[in-house]
């Protein structure tokens, strides 16, 4: 018998409720690979499907945890043996498919990717989908080419911001973060901002499409009327990575800046990314996120944390990246 978070939900009122429960391999779903799961982490997904489902959920009872890192325990695939480091994110796990809210997981051998050297299992959670999403921001805007100037993170005391804000700016790369709460300044500048810009002064839409010229690059994690803002006051040429909606997934803006000053809007996709493209990330986030920088990221948690985590991620009151250590 193992823990596992399960989350269920009532047919008659369609509440949910959600609590630590203990299962057995049996229950586990079918799938190439067993895992035993050492640490998880707390994504806005999860927030969604620890709680309202958000229409990621279809089937319960359901075991959330969209990313998890452990040993191989079983494999009926060649590429994996017992005693393997393996991290998993993506591939709709923990939504149509059980997730790392448990100490043992089954999964397809294909969404596994072999822990890279410099990386143990809670530093493998500690950047999780969130981190692995900023690495694959990075690299989009590197593609592309950063222009000199201050790189804008938006939502950037949040998992995907802390994450590129420490890769940028250990990059070189003036880093200014945006964020509306003042008291994560002194967060960002610890992680390597140079400049911190209140929410206040970039939410808004402008009349004007094009504004002065400020920006290098982008990793934009909210969307919505601040993405249009920063669009009009990118370098000409320059590239934003958008990677989340937290402001809302419109985009009350023009063509103007992609015609006249040739910007490129970036769309970046974590969930169903290439395995070669994955390796490349995690490698990358192995030598360009420095360890120090990253632990001071971590908020630790337990399985019976969740469901208040969960709550609280939806609401932006989560800093940083929590660490669910699925044995404690």
């Given amino acids: 018998m193992f823990d596992a978070l399960v989350v269920s939900k009532d047919e008659d009122s369609g509440k949910m409720s959600a609590a630590v429960t203990q299962l057995g391999l049996e229950d586990l779903p079918a799938g190439d690979v067993t895992v035993a799961v050492e640490y998880s982490t707390v994504n806005y997904k999860d927030g969604l499907c620890v709680g309202p489902g958000g229409g990621l959920v279809r089937n319960y009872p359901h075991v959330p945890g969209i990313d998890f890192a452990g040993t191989v325990e ?6 994996y043996k017992p005693g393997d480091k393996v991290v998993l994110t993506g591939w709709r796990v923990g ?8 100490q043992k997981a089954r999964v397809k051998a294909d969404w596994l990717v072999p822990l890279p050297d410099g990386l143990d299992t809670r530093a493998a959670m500690a950047v999780g989908t969130a981190g692995f999403t900023a690495m694959l921001a990075v690299m989009a805007l590197e593609d592309h080419g950063i222009k000199d100037g201050p790189v804008l993170v938006t939502g ?3 998992g995907v911001g802390s994450v590129a804000t420490a890769i940028l700016a250990n990059l070189g790369h003036k880093v200014a973060g945006v964020t509306g709460r003042p008291k994560t300044a002194d967060y960002l500048t610890s992680l390597g901002a140079s400049q911190i810009v209140a ?4 939410n808004e839409t ?6 002065a010229e400020t920006w290098g690059g982008c990793v934009d994690a909210v969307g919505g009327a601040m993405l249009a803002r920063v669009l009009g006051q990118m370098q000409y040429g320059a ?9 809302g997934a419109g985009l009350p803006g023009t ?16 969930v169903m990314q290439p395995f070669d493209n994955r390796m490349r990330a995690w490698k990358r986030i192995a030598s360009d ?4 920088k990253l632990e001071a990221m971590i908020q630790p948690a337990t399985l019976s944390d969740l469901p208040q985590l969960g709550s609280d991620i939806l609401q932006g009151q989560v800093k940083g990246r929590v660490v669910v250590d699925v044995n404690a």
Wanted: proline share 5%; charged share 25%.
């Fill in 206 to 211: 402008v009349k004007r499409p094009l504004e």
């Fill in 95 to 102: 939504e149509a498919h059980w997730g790392g809210y448990a």
């Fill in 289 to 292: 996120l420095p360890m120090d």
């Fill in 74 to 79: 079983a494999s009926d695939d060649d590429r």
């Fill in 239 to 247: 590239s934003v990575a958008a990677v989340g909606l937290a402001g």
């Fill in 255 to 270: 063509v103007i800046p992609f015609l006249l000053r040739g910007i490129n809007l970036l769309g970046i996709d974590s």
């Fill in 199 to 202: 929410r206040e002064e970039i």
């Fill in 156 to 158: 950037a005391a949040g």
